[in-house]
């Protein structure tokens, strides 16, 4: 199964716009419930689906590590089957601990910034440790997408979506400074 993720993504707007729950205040969602139902399912079951098919294909790259235009879902899979084969995920994970160690990547980032480091620097320490800002932001992305892939969390579709959304809001979200 291909599922291209902008059609499924028309689809949806589709029946919003054919309900009339295109707005903040539509009632699309009221008047016709069962039509907003199924196709939160079709779309759900077609993504999932998708999800499933794409980590079980090999990754065609050397040394089974994915190229960069490989789709972010072939990099998870990557990702969590080298976690799974270090022993991070033996037994169920507690999730606030896996996010706060997310933040502790972009701490590290930080304080590599805070202590002069440039944002594209990328240092080894004397035992050979990559390190440095990007390196960080990468930690940050892994341990993501690790976790995303493990509990079947459809970030791609979720981020497209939140793109989309942004594009439609006001110039700083209404003024806010930062």
């Not at 716009?17 to 009221?30: R, V």
Request: hydrophobic share 40%; with cysteine; glycine share 12%.
């Amino acid at each position: 199964m291909n599922v291209d993720v902008d059609n499924l993504l028309s689809e949806a707007w589709g029946i919003i716009a054919q309900t009339g729950g295109g707005g903040m205040g539509g009632d699309g969602w009221e008047r016709e419930p069962e039509a907003w139902q199924q196709a939160a399912a079709r779309w759900r079951d077609r993504y999932l689906a998708h999800l499933r098919e794409k980590a079980l294909e090999p990754v065609a790259a050397p040394a089974g590590f994915p190229t960069v235009d490989s789709g972010l879902e072939e990099i998870a899979a990557q990702i969590h089957k080298t976690a799974v084969e270090h022993g991070w995920w033996e037994a169920e994970r507690n999730v606030g601990e896996v996010m706060m160690l997310m933040v502790s990547e972009l701490s590290e980032a930080f304080e590599h910034y805070r202590n002069g480091r440039g944002l594209d620097e990328i240092f080894y320490h004397p035992d050979g440790k990559i390190d440095g800002v990007p390196v960080e932001l990468g930690d940050c992305l892994i341990r993501i997408l690790d976790f995303c892939h493990h509990h079947r969390i459809p970030l791609m579709g979720a981020t497209i979506a939140k793109m989309r959304y942004n594009e439609g809001r006001p110039y700083r979200h209404g003024g806010k400074r930062c």
